[in-house]
Structure formats: C-alpha cells, structure tokens
C-alpha cells in the first residue's frame, strides 16, 4: 500500500483546510473548507480544484467551521457524489452553516449584478443552495469512539477535540499487506478546563501526525474571564450608551451568554437586556440541547433561568426586529454576527453605531489579519460599509482569552500523551511564524526528526510499501 498526501489548504496560514489523501486507488478529502480573509486566499475558492473532483472517493470532516466545511457546495457543484462522514453535532451544524453560506453567495452575485461591479457580464456564485443541499444529502454521521471504514483498508475513528459542538479530532488507521499504520488529524484542538466543552481527548500514539499551530507561538492565557467582562461592561455602560459585541455564531455567543448569565445573577453588571440579534447563532444554541452528548450543560441549563433562558436575553431572528435595535440608545448589550465583522448582521449594526461616540464596541475574539475588526481594532478611522465610508466615533475594546483554540501551551500539553515521537509530523492551520514557531520547539526541544511546515498544494509520500 502507498500513500500519498497533498496540502490543498491550511499550509502556512489558518484558512481554507484540505488535505487529499491517496490510498492506491482510493482518493479521500480530510476537510473540505473555504479560503477566507485575505483577498489572495479568497481568489482560492474559485480557481480550478487542483484535483480531478469525479476522482474523490469521500470526504472526512474534523468539524462544521466554514473554514473546513465551506468548499463542499464547491466541490458537489463540480461533480462530487460520494458519502460526507461527520459527527452528529456537526451534521446539524453544517445544516445552519452550509446553508446561510450558500445565501450570502447569491445575495453577493446578485448585489454584484446590480451594481454592475462585476467582471463577469452576469456574475454567478461560488454555489448554490441546492449545491449547499445536494451536500448535506451526501452526510453520513457517527458518533465519537466509534470506529467505521470508509474503504476496506481504512478505518476512521472521531475523537473529541474539545473546539466546537461536534469537534473531532481523526484517527485513521490503514491496514496494509505487511503492517497497520496510523495517521492522526487533529483538526481544531479546543481548550483545557474550559465552560460547556470537555478537554479535548488524549493522543498516545500516531506513526504520522497532523497538528494544527494557530497559537503555535504565543500563550492566551484564560485569565479572568468574568472579571474583564465585568470591567468592560460596565465601562461600557457608564459611557451612557450600548455595547455592540461581534461574535462567531457558533461556540463564542453560547460562551458569551454563559459568562453575561453569571455575571448579572450574581449582581455584577446591571440586568439589561441582552439581545442576540443572529438567525445563525440562534439556531446554533437550540442545538445544545439536541445533542446533550457533545457538552458538559446539564437539561435545566436550557429551561427557567437556565444558561440560553433568563429573563433579560432576547432572541431576534427577523429582519424587523433587528431594525427595531437602531432606536436603543443606552443600557442594552447586542450580540451579532459575523466576529470578525466580515459579514452578516454585525454590518447592519457597525453602519449605525460606529458614529455613535457613546456605544462601545467590544471585541470577544481574534480578529485575522484582513478582516474588517482587525482594521477597526488597530485604529482605523473609517470603516466601509455598504459603499459608504463610516467614521469610527465609539470606544473599542477587546476582551481576551476567549478563544477557541488551544494555545501554544496547551498544544504542548496535548502532545506529550504520545508515547514516541511520530515518523514525520506535519504543521498546519497556522501562519507562517505561528507554524514554525512549533516547527522549532519539536525539532530542537523535543528533538523529533522529520518536522515539516508545508506549502500550499505542496505533496509528500508518507508510506511506501506498507
């Protein structure tokens, strides 16, 4: 048996995650996502697939984020048929997911066809949403610890990553002729000792690893959560106006909540109404309490005044109702996505209150280099908006430690359960300077041989012969 792998994203950077494995004849994607942030990783998702798509046998999931999920309307819409293998938590994820992405393409085709902005005479989307259906339809989902073969000489185990509802990290075991040998995928590692997630599982051993490096060089470390939040509220508050927090949909708003319900039933901050004002983020914490196996929540988290239900959070899904949000001048914090202000509702909510020298803006997560929050967290004076160029008036602040990432200790952590070192170990889904820092502390502190940060489309043979 030969086996080859080929890094068709997530090399050197954090985004668009796809690694193609050839087993003899049998071709399978691990993670299927879209390149995003940068305009030159976004011009990614519409070249040519560097693979013969009709030649992809299935694909693997690690997890729902669009950043390792998105591409598969892509990928169907190009003429692959074949099963989609995820945990149940994310098969429901992918629904929400797949689905509002497939939206936001038409509605930008559709936007770019109006105002003639366009190269193209009439400009289509990347995909549809029945490109986006036609994908779901192909999902097969199993559960964590549970092994299942996707070829006669591959069998796949999900174990739990501990980074989002549903999040896996991938065993894959290949049988050959002579010997068995094991590849591990650790897709996004969560963190340690964290609210409504466990730990990400433990590693033993893996004769070829796998690890992702988006805080391979710096620490974030968890201080005290609930005391900057506390701090910045109130701040925020006392400023007489709103607080505006953009946050991803899924895992960071239910973090979010979890902190805000502490911290106003012990009488920290003021009880006022928190509103969250996301369809997505919505539908993805109903989904907490579908899948009680992939969390720590107990069932009276999600009744009376439990985590998702006290008395001052309000859910907006309607277009009307998020409207209604513009006339509230003070005393009220508004929950939005996207978190990295790249799209969705936070636009409608940045084009109103960025001017509004009163309201604060607060940032709960790593904003990537490219993207609108990051351009507004490092001062910029203006934000475009809708065509038009709005001034930054209001406070901006940022509450750190939130992230859903494990750190450069924790991935330390993580990799000192393997028994030995791995035949040859692969860093990715981290910038360059992120990847290499890891690179370096496992060739020269751990002295492991056969570290590689690779390129992007970059191949290597990892088993010859087995």
Not at 1 to 13: C, I
Not at 313 to 329: A, F, G, K, M, T
Request: aromatic share 10%; glycine share 8%; net charge negative.
């Amino acid at each position: 048996m030969n086996v080859r792998v080929k890094f068709l994203g997530a090399a050197q950077t954090v985004t668009g995650s796809k690694y193609l494995f050839e087993v003899d004849n049998f071709t399978f994607l691990v993670d299927c996502g879209l390149f995003q942030g940068l305009k030159p990783y976004r011009l990614r998702n519409w070249d040519e697939f560097p693979h013969d798509v009709s030649s992809i046998d299935a694909v693997v999931l690690t997890h729902a984020h669009i950043d390792h999920s998105g591409y598969l309307p892509r990928l169907v819409k190009q003429g692959f048929n074949g099963p989609i293998y995820c945990t149940e938590a994310t098969a429901g994820l992918l629904e929400i997911l797949l689905l509002d992405a497939a939206k936001l393409q038409e509605e930008e085709a559709e936007f770019a066809r109006k105002k003639g902005y366009s190269k193209h005479t009439v400009p289509e989307p990347l995909f549809t949403t029945e490109n986006a259906e036609q994908a779901l339809s192909l999902v097969t989902t199993v559960g964590y610890e549970q092994d299942f073969k996707i070829h006669d000489n591959v069998q796949v185990t999900f174990r739990n990553a501990g980074h989002i509802l549903g999040s896996a990290f991938v065993e894959l075991l290949l049988n050959g002729i002579q010997m068995t040998k094991k590849i591990v995928l650790s897709g996004d590692l969560g963190r340690f000792n964290q609210p409504l997630l466990s730990s990400p599982e433990q590693v033993h051993n893996a004769d070829i690893l796998f690890i992702e490096s988006t805080y391979g060089d710096r620490s974030n470390d968890i201080v005290d959560i609930e005391e900057q939040l506390k701090e910045k509220i109130t701040k925020g508050l006392d400023e007489g106006g709103c607080i505006l927090i953009p946050s991803f949909a899924v895992g960071r708003t239910q973090l979010i909540l979890y902190y805000l319900q502490r911290l106003q039933s012990e009488g920290s901050i003021p009880n006022v109404p928190v509103y969250i004002d996301s369809p997505m983020a919505i539908s993805a914490t109903n989904l907490y309490s579908k899948y009680p196996d992939y969390h720590t929540l107990s069932p009276s988290d999600f009744k009376g005044n439990g985590l998702f239900d006290y008395p001052t959070v309000h859910y907006y899904r309607s277009q009307e109702s998020s409207v209604i949000l513009n006339d509230i001048s003070s005393n009220a914090i508004i929950i939005s996505a996207s978190g990295m202000c790249t799209g969705g509702r936070i636009l409608h909510h940045l084009f109103h209150r960025l001017g509004r020298k009163n309201d604060t803006l607060l940032f709960v997560g790593y904003q990537a280099e490219g993207t609108r929050g990051r351009r507004i967290l490092e001062g910029e004076p203006t934000s475009r908006i809708f065509g038009i160029d709005v001034e930054v008036k209001c406070h901006i602040d940022i509450v750190t430690g939130l992230s859903a990432h494990a750190d450069k200790n924790e991935l330390h952590q993580w990799l000192e359960t393997l028994e030995s070192p791995p035949k040859m170990t692969f860093i990715v889904h981290g910038e360059a300077e992120s990847s290499l820092a890891l690179a370096h502390y496992l060739r020269i502190d751990k002295q492991w041989d056969n570290v590689y940060v690779p390129n992007y489309l970059e191949s290597f043979e990892v088993f010859r012969g087995i």
